[in-house]
């Protein structure tokens, strides 16, 4: 599928800057050919269909190219960045990519040290010299059979309610999403700033949506307040997208955002009072995005939904999600009535991996536990009231 959509994207959108940071710019182009020669010398190192290629990089091109690459020869993309290096322990890689001064030494394992430098000063067009060792200048290995439940990609769970997890996800579940996300529009996406890891689900199953829509993502190495708001007013980004804790910080600042039109609060439970104060401050819709990693897909509100509905709720099931609320006898729940809320849709993954090992997140039909708690009111909208611990057998 990524390679699919990364040849077409090259097509149709050519020079258009695919990835930037900082005075890095990746055309859509480049992304398609350098992911290429990548492939090429990731199968010249002997990765094969199935086996695991950790990424210990910096948020960046690299990341993005690696990942296509290795999505080319069939390979599964597990992006650790290099804050969670202790992730590498739950994986069995075949291959891991990394820059210096990362990673201590790891006997016994294939590993390419990019030589990634950049000058923050001088706006220039990606270096294929920063993947070293890395390219060969020859065409992939030939196209794979269509494979629905191949797997592509581990994104890893944040950590906020307990030990970071790996969850699979394969091209059936991208697919999902992909259909989900842009359908079949082409060259409709705005310009966005990634607002977390790309190793998080929020990028690692949205590169096809990406990808189709000719979206420009400006990412930042890390997070930070000046950075984001130097990136949204130089490039007149419309859509501020981040945590509560991202957004407050934003908000703290007092800074202004003249091309401003949409604020979309994700990752954790915003207070009321924080979406109100954004709203009074910004003067846009404030929308709140709800998902596990384990779901693919979630719910939200919606710019044209009355304002409340953000205060107070996540919205209503987008297209192709159900939600359920269940008792601890797995019973679903009467409207008002609280419970464990449960998603379901064609993206839930395929499971975990590594030491990550306990399915019992699933339930029979399908649905798989958020470890939310949560009712949902007699409009359809779901409220988040807390956390319940996941029992197995419903």
């Known amino acids: 599928m990524l390679r699919l959509l990364a040849g ?65 020869i069939g390979a599964v993309t597990a992006g650790i960045g290099t804050e969670r290096v202790e992730l590498l322990a739950m994986l069995d890689p075949a291959i891991v990519i990394t820059v210096p001064r990362v990673l201590p030494p790891l006997a016994g394992l294939d590993v390419v040290t990019l030589p990634v430098e950049r000058d923050g000063r001088v706006r220039r067009a990606y270096d294929p010299a920063w993947l070293a060792g890395l390219r060969r200048a020859e065409p992939p ?26 969850v699979l996800f394969g091209n059936r579940q991208l697919e999902a999403i992909r259909a989900h996300g842009a359908g079949s529009r082409w060259a409709t996406g705005d310009a966005r700033l990634v607002p977390h ?15 189709q829509t000719g979206r420009t993502c400006h990412v930042l190495p890390s997070w930070n307040v000046d950075g984001v708001m130097r990136i949204m007013r130089d490039h007149g980004i419309g859509v501020l997208h981040g945590s509560p804790y991202q957004l407050s910080r934003i908000l703290a600042c007092g800074g202004d955002l003249p091309d401003l039109t949409l ?12 979406i109100r104060a954004l709203r009074a401050r910004y003067g846009v819709p404030v929308c709140n995005r709800y998902i596990c990693t384990e779901a693919g897909l979630g719910l939200g509100t919606r710019p044209d939904d009355p304002p409340e509905d953000a205060e107070v709720s996540v ?19 009467a409207p008002e009535e609280p419970g464990e809320v449960l998603l379901r849709s064609d993206a839930v993954m395929s499971g975990y991996v590594g030491n990550s090992t306990d399915q019992s997140v699933f339930a029979r039909d399908g649905f798989v536990r958020t470890g939310d ?20 057998g419903s």
């Not at 940071?21 to 199935?50: K, P």
């Not at 059979?145 to 769970?157: C, L, Q, S, Y």
Request: contains cysteine.
């Open 141 to 166: 290995p030939p196209p794979l059979p269509p494979d629905p439940g191949r797997p592509v990609v581990i994104a890893f769970t944040s950590g906020r309610t307990g030990p970071p997890k790996g």
């Open 197 to 211: 890891p790309l190793g998080r689900l929020g990028f690692a199953t949205r590169l096809p949506i990406f990808l």
């Open 373 to 392: 708690r949560g009712y949902i009111d007699d409009t359809g909208r779901l409220h988040l009231v807390g956390r319940v611990s996941r029992a197995a």
């Open 263 to 274: 604020i979309l609060s994700s990752g954790a439970p915003a207070p009321p009072e924080l």
């Open 315 to 333: 919205g209503r099931p987008r297209g192709g999600v159900d939600v359920s609320v269940r008792d601890e006898g797995g019973r679903v729940q």
């Open 8 to 72: 077409a994207a090259a097509r149709r959108f050519g020079a258009r800057a695919a990835v930037v940071t900082g005075s890095t710019s990746l055309t859509f182009a480049d992304l398609d050919r350098l992911s290429d020669e990548v492939a090429a010398g990731l199968a010249h190192r002997g990765a094969r269909i199935g086996d695991v290629v950790v990424l210990a990089l910096p948020d960046g091109p690299e990341f993005v190219i690696c990942y296509v690459a290795a999505a080319k």
